[in-house]
């Protein structure tokens, strides 16, 4: 297993050729066998690992993709206690939640912008899973814990949604106490040394896009818009919002069901 860390776009352009050398070399087979480093089942992973991974190569067990199970994994390592750590989630009725709620101490969930008829199927959905607790309605960019309350928080493919990112970094940071640790996946592109937002909220709430529109597909809602393409500078905007430190982590393990390298950001607080 590999978790490289990068700091910058010039790293990644020196060594980006060997890593993926690497990764091509111990590229496995079908069926790809090992264990899942979020529910720490021995499974099979559902999909073809030489394909495009990121949300498709399942564990046979928790049915969390490549994307979740990396993330998880940069979590678990960075948590010192993991049994008794605070974890807020940008997400609630998932099977990525339902998961992660064995192996951290408290996770409080959250989900956003869902109306009263959707929030009732989401909590059928939670009781059917076996997750007794009320669907919450949470806004990272306004939560309600307390200064320093949290020792990290997770966010999957959330960012990119959100009109006002930094607004967003500098809640994550105030909720968490010194050492705390955010964890969060975007669509990333290593090629790009600048974020570029695509997309602006007028002011009486309609989307406007730069370009051709571009909507993500949400268990949720069905498909939510994208504002932002994150580049290299996304580093730079988490330092600015208070982390003491922040790496953009590629993530490594045919053994885990990682059999192409996963991009995770991981932010110290």
Not at 41 to 55: H, K, S, Y
Not at 133 to 160: K, N, P, Y
Not at 179 to 204: C, E, H, M, N
Not at 229 to 248: S, Y
Request: charged share 25%; with cysteine.
């Amino acid at each position: 297993m590999r978790t490289r860390g990068l700091r910058d776009l010039r790293q990644w352009q020196a060594l980006q050729g060997r890593w993926l050398a690497d990764e091509r070399a111990l590229a496995p087979a079908q069926p790809l066998r090992g264990h899942c480093p979020l529910c720490r089942a021995a499974t099979d992973f559902q999909g073809d690992p030489q394909g495009n991974i990121r949300e498709r190569l399942y564990c046979g067990n928790c049915g969390c993709n490549a994307r979740q199970r990396a993330a998880a994994r940069v979590l678990l390592e960075a948590l010192e206690a993991a049994g008794t750590a605070r974890v807020y989630a940008t997400e609630q009725a998932s099977l990525f939640y339902r998961t992660l709620r064995g192996r951290v101490g408290q996770l409080h969930g959250g989900e956003y912008g869902v109306g009263l008829s959707r929030r009732w199927r989401l909590q059928l959905w939670l009781w059917r899973h076996g997750v007794f607790e009320r669907v919450v309605l949470r806004d990272l960019t306004a939560l309600e814990f307390a200064d320093a309350g949290l020792d990290a928080v997770i966010s999957l493919d959330v960012l990119e949604h959100i009109v006002d990112t930094g607004a967003a970094l500098r809640e994550a940071a105030r909720v968490l106490r010194p050492g705390g640790v955010f964890v969060f996946t975007v669509p990333f592109y290593p090629d790009k040394a600048r974020s570029r937002q695509i997309a602006r909220l007028r002011d009486d709430g309609q989307v406007v896009f730069e370009g051709r529109p571009e909507y993500h597909g949400d268990p949720v809602s069905g498909g939510v818009p994208c504002f932002h393409h994150f580049g290299w500078d996304l580093l730079a905007m988490l330092r600015e919002a208070g982390f003491a430190d922040a790496r953009v982590l590629r993530v490594h393990d045919p053994g885990a069901g990682l059999p192409q390298g996963q991009w995770v950001f991981r932010a110290r607080r």
